[in-house]
């Protein structure tokens, strides 16, 4: 199976159109998924892109950038047994040009609530919302596919699309994981044994706070699941699905939890209440 691989902004020309599916490589099972998802979705001759581009302005700390799983050759052969077509590996210049001209566009209000990801991570969704409008200005996509394993990335994407009036349907894709309910991540692999077996509290938490539909009692039970694992989490908490904002009983809400678990800063979230996940 043979890809185009484009790096250039004369290279990407040819991809406009496409159904685009950011990612930042280290590729797995869950990129696989939403690969997959993209080439079923595309219509015949439309190109499916797979972007790879570990981009410096989310991260907070220069030592997760430099630590972040790199493996271009796997990506490669990867992205071409999951059917896309081109992969997009742009340097640093084509995205952020020495001119300074890409600055991050306005943040959507559901990339500032409080007691989420913004409280941890500061500037983070200002680097999210800044390449994801790069790269969209760059592919020029129809459709981008997003996982719901970044459950938060997901609202301010759509909320961001919204805002700047792009004509790009966002698809979300369910979130892929090992079979004892640890959600795929790149950062996975920075997890020492004890701590990947540690980490899968985090899917157990928020199954056993789905058997209440109380969203402080499961908060506060899905706090204690994970300090018994020894883990403090950053947050465990009941949101609405669509606004981040305190969850209401007429409406669908999530249970998100962020945590470090040695090394790596794990996410996860899952529908609350009735959580299921298989293996837990
Ligand atoms: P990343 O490379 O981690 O920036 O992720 C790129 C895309 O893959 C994002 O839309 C993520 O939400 C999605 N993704 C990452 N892990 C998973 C997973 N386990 N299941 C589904 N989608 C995922």
């Known amino acids: 199976m043979t890809i185009a691989i484009a790096r250039t902004l004369e290279d990407v020309q040819a991809q406009h159109g496409c159904v685009l599916v950011p990612t930042m490589g280290a590729l797995h099972r869950g990129h696989r998924a939403l690969i997959e998802r993209a080439a079923s979705i595309a219509d015949a001759g439309q190109p499916v892109v797979v972007s790879v581009f570990v981009n410096p302005t989310q991260f907070n700390e220069q030592s997760d950038f430099d630590s972040y799983p790199r493996n271009p050759k796997r990506d490669h052969r990867f992205c071409a047994e999951a059917g896309a077509t081109c992969i997009f590996e742009p340097a640093l210049e084509t995205v952020y040009p020495a001119d300074g001209s890409v600055r991050p566009p306005p943040l959507p209000e559901a990339a500032r609530l409080p007691g989420l990801e913004d409280a941890f991570r500061p500037g983070h969704f200002s680097g999210v919302c800044q390449v994801c409008r790069r790269l969209f200005e760059l ?73 209440h539909d109380d969203p402080k009692e499961a908060e506060h039970l899905g706090r204690r699941i994970l300090l018994a694992s020894r883990i403090r989490p950053d947050y465990f908490c009941v949101r609405d699905a669509e606004t981040l904002l305190q969850p209401s009983p007429d409406r669908p809400a999530r249970v998100l939890v962020a945590a470090r678990v040695g090394v790596p800063r794990l996410i996860d979230n899952a529908p609350w209440p009735g959580t299921r996940i298989p293996g837990c």
């Open 139 to 211: 592919t020029r996509p129809v459709s981008a596919v997003f996982g719901e394993k970044d459950w938060q990335q997901l609202v301010v994407i759509r909320a961001l699309v919204s805002m700047l009036e792009l004509n790009i349907e966002i698809v979300a894709h369910e979130t892929i994981r090992e079979d004892d309910g640890l959600a795929m991540s790149s950062r996975n692999e920075l997890l020492g044994p004890n701590h990947r077996r540690r980490a899968i509290a985090l899917a157990r938490a928020m199954v056993e706070a789905g058997r």
